[in-house]
């Protein structure tokens, strides 16, 4: 066993990545927790700073050599760990930097723009969504809660390695959009016409804002289309993950149809 004492500097020194935006921008790290999420994060290719292992808890062999992970007793891990109930596998991972440039798209892309996501739940879900709907980026605008943050991994499930995703603000990513000829779709309760009776077989970036407040005008005055997700029931607004896969989705199931 490596290291046994909760007091270790190196254990002090995960729980304060775990807690501190700051901390993990200055250190340019970003911890990634459980079997699933590491295995998504080396398959993306992404090579981990220190792996850290408890034995009492690791049901599952992550399939890497032993020697290139650290022991730790299990009161540790449950000292480092963000989970309820943690699969003792950790790793530290240089955080990750994405560019517009660097992004391929395909013949007629599909791009979500997430403004202002300040919910690492519904970030997560919304790259859930991207991932299995086969997206081709997300642009994430002035965003208010950290890509990294260890709760969007795990609301994640690990799809953040798996969508191209890009921090931009919202200008650059507007100017991006218009010259790949992609047309911008806002969600809005004020709009007219509803989300499933426009044609979204052609090149096109959904966008999002927050739920209290949604898209800033920004995005309104920009977006070539206005859509609106029929509310029968007494509340006006849907959760903005949710609002973001409905949308999604129509656009798979006329690129299907079609």
Same mark, same amino acid.
């Given at each position: 066993m490596d290291i046994i004492s909760t007091q270790n500097p190196k254990i002090k020194h995960i729980v /304060?990545? #775990?807690? !501190? /935006? #700051? @901390? #993990? @921008? %200055?250190d340019g790290l970003m911890l990634v927790e459980g079997f699933d999420e590491l295995t998504l994060a080396l398959r993306s290719g992404l090579v981990p700073q220190t792996l850290l292992t408890a034995p009492e808890l690791a049901s599952r062999d992550l399939g890497i050599p032993h020697a290139d992970a650290v022991t730790v007793s299990r009161a540790v891990f449950e000292k480092i760990s963000y989970r309820d109930n943690p699969d003792g596998w950790l790793g530290i991972f240089p955080t990750p930097k994405h560019t517009l440039d660097e992004l391929k798209l +395909?013949?007629?892309p599909l791009v979500i723009v997430a403004e202002s996501i300040e /919910?690492?739940?519904?970030?997560? $879900?919304?790259l859930r969504t991207a991932d299995a709907a086969g997206v081709d980026a997300l642009l994430l605008c002035d965003p208010r809660v950290d890509l990294w943050n260890p709760n969007v991994i795990r609301a994640s499930r690990g799809a &953040?390695?798996?969508? =191209?995703? &890009?921090? &931009? !603000? +919202?200008?650059?990513?507007?100017t991006w959009l218009r +010259? #790949? /000829?992609? %047309?911008?779709? $806002? $969600?809005? =309760? +004020?709009?007219?016409?509803?989300?499933t009776a426009v044609n979204l077989r052609e090149p096109v970036a959904i966008a999002v804002g927050t739920e209290d407040e949604g898209l800033t005008d920004f995005w309104? @005055?920009? $977006?070539?289309?206005? &859509?609106l997700i029929p509310m029968m029931g007494a509340v006006n607004s849907l959760n903005v993950s949710i609002a973001t896969a409905l949308i999604t989705y129509e656009t798979v199931r006329q690129r299907s149809k079609g």
């Open positions: /304060k990545l #775990r807690e !501190d /935006k #700051r @901390q #993990r @921008q %200055r +395909s013949a007629s /919910k690492p739940g519904n970030l997560g $879900a919304i &953040v390695f798996a969508v =191209p995703t &890009v921090e &931009v !603000d +919202s200008p650059t990513a507007l +010259s #790949r /000829k992609m %047309r911008v779709l $806002a $969600a809005t =309760p +004020s709009a007219e016409t509803v989300y309104m @005055q920009n $977006a070539d289309l206005k &859509v």
